[in-house]
């Protein structure tokens, strides 16, 4: 190993593997670099030896997108907060810094909190910002929808800060920046006083969701929803900033014990027994999800939740206006093909028009509908069936898959969905003219030579 690389906390023997365990990689070395001049050393170093790099932030996301066999990056070490701006609720974080982190140990005690976020919080503030990452709320974008200001490393080593007002163009394309632009060191969010969340959750029928659904997402600060298939059952979370006390629901016997232990044993006996999926998405919405019941809590704890165990996850956002259309068709489908068994939950979102180039929810308001196949116990249960059929209908009505989850769409298509994908990539190119933060699913969505073409209408950065 090179003398400049051997002073930077590397191994290598690294075996990386997302969170779901459907990637893994071993990379040839593994950095966890202390400050930027050792970031600046990869980079040249990666350079002069023609290796690739991948920044890894928490290893959340349900592809490959984060993995390589040739340099990786852990941003672990960059996991300091350098500004906390009370008056304005603005904080300033470098990218290692977790979600988890923000929420439980430097936002709270500052009087402040994040003013959406996704259904997790393992993610680092450099991979949140990598992939479009969504919560819900009719009047909320995507999370770096709240980001004010980033400063990244390119490909040569040196630093670009952007924000809305200085690079503004530069600035959309980082906020999903897709792990391709260069390795994000800063991010300024903006933040709100902290507050509570009124959740209240309600079972009903998905043909009523489908009749009200624009008053259901106005209605509510925060609306989504859990499908059950073979059923017309769904459960309505709708959560509002409030002032009430603090009031905890739910119970741990019937959310962990039952929702979580029992709900993997059931799936895993359907492995064997598909036909019994319909009776135990029956069986747990009447256990787990019908009724109602209100609970208050601080606004993270209810924006996160138990994601369950491992999984298969695809995700698609679709127009607002096609929602219904697409529901309706997913429904029609699931009874016209009785030998496919789809567990729950489709789990639908809402997400604003926020003008992130290539975030779907860029250039319209859109709806995610999300579909997961559990794995119990690490089993695989095969899912094409189903999932083919449901991209090639998200694709019809104009959908766009989430970039951190499976998907199996090519640039081309990428090209009709995003106005401005071959402006992106042509930032990309002029930042890394050679293709250091390339990796197999870039070659995947590129093919092999993608990244060479310039745009048809090349403009400087
Ligand atoms: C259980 C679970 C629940 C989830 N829930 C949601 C949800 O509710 N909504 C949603 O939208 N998504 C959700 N996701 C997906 C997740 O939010 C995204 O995959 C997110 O990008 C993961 O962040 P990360 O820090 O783990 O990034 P990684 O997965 O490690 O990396 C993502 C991309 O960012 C790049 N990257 C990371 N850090 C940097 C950096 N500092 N500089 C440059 N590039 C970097 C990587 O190279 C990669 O391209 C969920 C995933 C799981 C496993």
Same mark, same amino acid.
């Given at each position: 190993m090179k003398e400049s690389l051997m002073k930077i906390p590397c191994k290598n023997n690294h075996y990386f593997q997302n969170w779901s365990q459907t990637y893994s990689?071993?990379?040839?070395?593994?950095?966890?670099?202390?400050? #930027?001049?050792?970031?600046?050393?990869?980079?040249?170093?990666?350079k002069q030896l023609k290796k690739k790099v991948k920044v890894v932030g928490g290893g959340l996301s349900p592809s490959d997108i984060a993995c390589t066999n040739h340099f990786m990056i852990s941003m672990k070490l960059f996991n300091k907060i350098l500004e906390i701006d009370k008056t304005n609720c603005v904080i300033t974080v470098e990218s290692g810094v977790t979600i988890y982190q923000l929420n439980n140990h430097v936002l709270p005690s500052n009087g402040l909190a994040l003013s959406n976020m996704g259904s997790v919080s393992g993610q680092c503030v450099g991979g949140i910002i990598g992939t479009g990452t969504h919560?819900?709320?009719?009047?909320?974008?995507?999370?770096?929808?709240?980001?004010?200001?980033?400063?990244?490393?390119?490909?040569?080593?040196?630093?670009?800060?952007?924000?809305?007002?200085?690079?503004?163009?530069?600035? $959309?394309? @980082?906020?999903?920046?897709?792990? =391709? =632009?260069?390795?994000?060191? *800063?991010?300024?969010? $903006?933040?709100?006083?902290?507050?509570?969340?009124?959740?209240? $959750?309600? %079972?009903?029928?998905?043909?009523?969701?489908?009749?009200? =659904?624009?008053?259901?997402?106005? /209605?509510? /600060?925060?609306?989504? &929803?859990?499908?059950?298939?073979?059923?017309?059952? @769904?459960?309505?979370?709708?959560?509002?900033? #409030?002032?009430?006390? =603090?009031?905890e629901g739910g119970s741990w016997f019937w959310s962990q014990l039952v929702g979580h232990y029992v709900l993997e044993f059931f799936l895993?006996? %359907?492995?064997?027994?598909?036909?019994? *999926?319909? &009776?135990?998405?029956?069986? &747990?919405?009447?256990?787990?999800?019908?009724?109602?019941?209100?609970? @208050?809590?601080?606004?993270?704890?209810? &924006? #996160?939740?138990?994601?369950?165990f491992k999984q298969y996850v695809t995700e698609w956002a679709i127009p607002q206006q096609n929602t219904v259309t697409v529901l309706r068709k997913m429904r029609e489908w699931i009874i016209a093909n009785s030998h496919v068994k789809v567990h729950f939950p489709v789990e639908v979102r809402f997400v604003k028009q926020d003008g992130i180039m290539l975030a779907p929810s860029g250039d319209e308001d859109v709806t995610y509908i999300g579909i997961i196949s559990f794995r119990p116990y690490g089993k695989i249960v095969p899912h094409d069936e189903w999932w083919n059929f449901f991209e090639n209908l998200a694709t019809e009505y104009g959908g766009k898959p989430h970039w951190a989850k499976a998907h199996k769409v090519k640039a081309d298509d990428f090209r009709r969905m995003y106005p401005k994908f071959d402006r992106f990539m042509e930032i990309r190119r002029q930042l890394d003219p050679t293709c250091m933060f390339w990796n197999d699913y870039w070659r995947r969505v590129m093919g092999k030579d993608g990244f060479h073409m310039v745009a048809p209408e090349k403009q400087r950065l």
């Open positions: 990689c071993k990379p040839e070395l593994y950095f966890e670099p202390r400050c #930027t001049d050792d970031l600046r050393v990869i980079l040249l170093e990666a919560g819900t709320g009719g009047n909320f974008g995507s999370f770096a929808s709240c980001v004010l200001e980033v400063t990244f490393m390119i490909s040569d080593g040196s630093i670009i800060k952007c924000s809305k007002e200085k690079n503004g163009e530069l600035f $959309q394309a @980082v906020c999903c920046h897709l792990g =391709l =632009l260069g390795i994000i060191l *800063v991010v300024k969010i $903006q933040c709100e006083p902290a507050f509570k969340l009124h959740l209240k $959750q309600a %079972s009903g029928l998905l043909e009523d969701n489908l009749v009200d =659904l624009k008053s259901l997402i106005s /209605q509510s /600060q925060h609306f989504r &929803f859990f499908w059950f298939p073979h059923t017309d059952y @769904v459960v309505n979370f709708m959560a509002d900033r #409030t002032k009430r006390p =603090l009031k895993w006996v %359907s492995t064997f027994f598909p036909c019994l *999926v319909p &009776f135990i998405n029956r069986l &747990f919405f009447k256990m787990c999800y019908s009724g109602s019941s209100e609970s @208050v809590r601080r606004s993270d704890r209810v &924006f #996160t939740f138990d994601c369950l």
